[in-house]
């Protein structure tokens, strides 16, 4: 009995997982494209967080190298900015769907919120890399 449950089980992750391949995340028709657009959104804007960190991070590493001692520090600072960031952007993202924590509503915000705010910590470390420059 349980392997037919795990049979079905796996048989329905694979239709939707193909089911998902097929949703246009540019006019999802329901709450469930929804989702998984926004989800996909998110994983995409954090991959390219990431990229962007280590980026910048590479350089500011180069930076501290080039300097006197007294003036090194420039990763570490950056290092506990981006902590700092993260931790900021989940308890906003937080705050901002609270009101409608538990529901669709409030996921929906919250995983908005993380997009929006991703995307605009890619454009300030994009601009920091780019006045440090090579």
Request: aromatic residues 8%; negative net charge; glycine residues 6%.
């Amino acid at each position: 009995m349980r392997l037919l449950l795990a049979a079905i089980l796996y048989a329905a992750m694979s239709l939707g997982a193909h089911a998902q391949e097929n949703i246009d995340c540019g006019y999802p028709l329901n709450n469930n494209e929804r989702t998984y657009c926004a989800e996909k959104a998110l994983s995409e804007a954090n991959t390219k967080l990431e990229t962007i960190y280590r980026d910048l991070l590479a350089r500011v590493i180069q930076m501290d190298d080039a300097v006197p001692e007294h003036l090194k520090g420039a990763a570490a600072a950056l290092e506990e900015a981006q902590a700092a960031w993260v931790s900021f952007r989940e308890l906003d993202c937080n705050a901002y769907s609270f009101p409608y924590k538990g529901g669709t509503r409030g996921s929906e915000l919250y995983r908005n919120c993380m997009i929006i705010m991703t995307m605009q910590r890619i454009e300030d470390l994009q601009a920091t890399l780019d006045d440090y420059g090579d």
